[in-house]
């Protein structure tokens, strides 16, 4: 079965750009009309997306990110990557990819998750 | 933004007990909302979707109602395995946003 890992550095200086990786395992990153999303929990500010990707290469992104955010997809390394650029300690979180169910031609629910990775800015 | 509004935020309750959260948004999302459930270091889990669907796997006991702004999660029989916080999640409009949570404790 499809299963998702995250990783990247626990620590991010303030101002530097964060870099995480999503590795899709059991499955292909291009297959199927999925939808990548990256997700941030905080303790203040709870559950938030910040933007996806999709089967097509179409990304959006939350807009509360202003343009500090870039999602890429890597077919060769069947990955999907996060970069944020200057940080902040407001964006200290546990940051987990997911995909949806596919079952849209827009976002789906999302029915699976990595276990998360947890950045701290400081 | 869709402000996705969860009470309570806190819930004690017992084993067998019949549990109600509701989850309110600022805006009609059309059905399209969705319960998750986490518990501690782990990541969340997808209970129902589009308002009422029940996610493969997950057990009959949650079961999912609501139309236009007003959606309700409900465990018919609280389990051991259910203390956990719950979330909803709208996903009808960008950018996709979530309830603040309920947190179901033992009591």
């Keep these: 079965q499809v299963q998702l890992q995250e990783s990247g550095p626990g620590l991010v200086k303030p101002s530097e750009t964060l870099s995480l990786t999503c590795t899709v395992s059991g499955g292909s990153v291009g297959s199927g009309s999925y939808y990548w999303s990256w997700i941030r929990q905080s303790p203040g500010k709870g559950l938030e997306w910040i933007g996806f990707i999709n089967y097509s290469g179409k990304t959006k992104n939350n807009s509360s990110f202003k343009s500090r955010v870039t999602i890429s997809v890597d077919m060769s390394k069947n990955q999907v990557s996060l970069k944020m650029s200057s940080v902040t300690a407001a964006d200290t979180a546990m940051y987990y990819c997911a995909r949806d169910r596919g079952w849209l031609s827009s976002n789906d629910a999302f029915n699976l998750w990595g276990q998360g990775t947890m950045v701290t800015v400081s | ?107």
Excluded: H
């Design chain 2, 1 to 107: 933004d869709i402000q996705m509004t969860q009470t309570p935020s806190t819930l004690s309750a017992s084993v067998g007990d019949r549990v109600t959260i509701t989850c309110r948004s600022s805006q009609s999302i059309s059905g399209w909302l969705a319960w998750y459930q986490q518990k501690p270091g782990k990541a969340p889990k997808l209970l129902i979707y589009k308002t009422s669907s029940l996610e493969s796997g997950v057990p009959s006991r949650f079961s999912g109602r609501g139309f236009g702004t007003e959606f309700a999660l409900t465990i018919s029989s609280l389990q051991p395995d259910d203390f956990a916080t719950f979330y909803c999640q709208q996903y009808d409009t960008y950018p996709l946003t979530f309830g603040g949570g309920t947190k179901v404790e033992i009591k």
